[in-house]
């Protein structure tokens, strides 16, 4: 039983979610609350495996909630707000949130969101079981099988439907994932591009290198964002468009570039390279 809790203080918000949770995500049980010292006893309570959090609250911000549970519970949490400043999403992400949706709610993008979030998660918890059970195994001469080839060939296919093999950057993206996937514990960003990097010679040098990787790296998931986005104006019932569209990346901010290439907006979208590369975790786990 997968057990979802939303917290909004907007009865209407509240049940447009109920709504959507019962309907389409199954074997779920729901938990509400609508003030943010409501949320954190239900949460330690409760611990939900998925908090859908507003981020204005009457008492506090879903930031104060976050902190407030993150050392009794770990719900993946999905934050919600009818603002889109750029400021409060950041700040958001860096609560290590899962997803950032905006009002007002779109039932395709929730449903997507909340998918993806599990599948991520019973990846993780899969990978996290096997590796206990090697743990337990005492006879360290054990080999198990190499099946990175497997795994690149299986990236790469996904990105190339993205249209972005071949770009600068995609190998060190490819690199990203393999790394990422391989972490038991969370990461940062500058970990990741560190960890690409051949340290040799000067620190300076170090540095160059690194910031070399983030460059490719961010200028590669860029032209898959804007590919997927093209998509989406052409044609929204694209398969590659709805197969990754709200999977890789946050659909608001997609919808925001689509905009952009329609003429009808100045503000374009932006990416999230963490939420693109652990969604090429999945994706990958999951291909045929």
Not at 190 to 209: C, I, K, N, P, R
Not at 236 to 249: G, T
Request: proline letters at 2%; charged letters at 25%; a negative charge.
């Amino acid at each position: 039983m997968l057990h979802v809790m939303i917290v909004d203080d907007d009865v209407s918000i509240v049940n447009i979610l109920k709504d959507i949770v019962s309907q389409h995500i199954e074997n779920a049980s729901i938990g509400t609350a609508s003030s943010g010292k409501e949320a954190i006893q239900q949460i330690k309570d409760e611990q939900p495996d998925i908090l859908l959090l507003d981020y204005l609250l009457p008492d506090c911000d879903g930031l104060q909630v976050i902190r407030q549970i993150r050392h009794a519970s770990q719900p993946a949490i999905i934050m919600i707000s009818e603002v889109s400043d750029k400021q409060m999403i950041a700040r958001a992400y860096n609560e290590e949130i899962s997803f950032f949706i905006t009002k007002p709610i779109n039932v395709v993008e929730v449903v997507a969101v909340i998918n993806q979030v599990i599948e991520h998660r019973m990846v993780r918890k899969t990978l996290n079981q096997f590796e206990m059970a090697i743990k337990g195994l005492n006879n360290k001469h054990i080999q198990m099988p190499d099946d990175a080839d497997h795994s690149v060939k299986k990236l790469k296919k996904i990105y190339s439907r993205l249209g972005i093999i071949g770009v600068s950057g995609c190998e060190d993206l490819v690199k990203a994932v393999l790394w990422a996937k391989k972490q038991r514990v969370d990461y940062s960003l500058s970990e990741m591009y560190s960890a690409l990097v051949d340290h040799e010679g000067e620190l300076s040098s170090d540095e160059q290198q690194v910031y070399a990787v983030k460059k490719r790296i961010n200028r590669v998931i860029t032209k898959a964002f804007r590919v997927l986005a093209s998509m989406g104006v052409e044609d929204p019932y694209n398969s590659v468009f709805e197969n990754y569209s709200s999977q890789l990346f946050d659909y608001s901010e997609l919808r925001l570039e689509m905009k952009l290439l329609e003429g009808t907006s100045n503000k374009p979208g932006k990416i999230n390279i963490k939420q693109f590369v652990e969604s090429s975790i999945v994706l990958m786990d999951n291909q045929e």
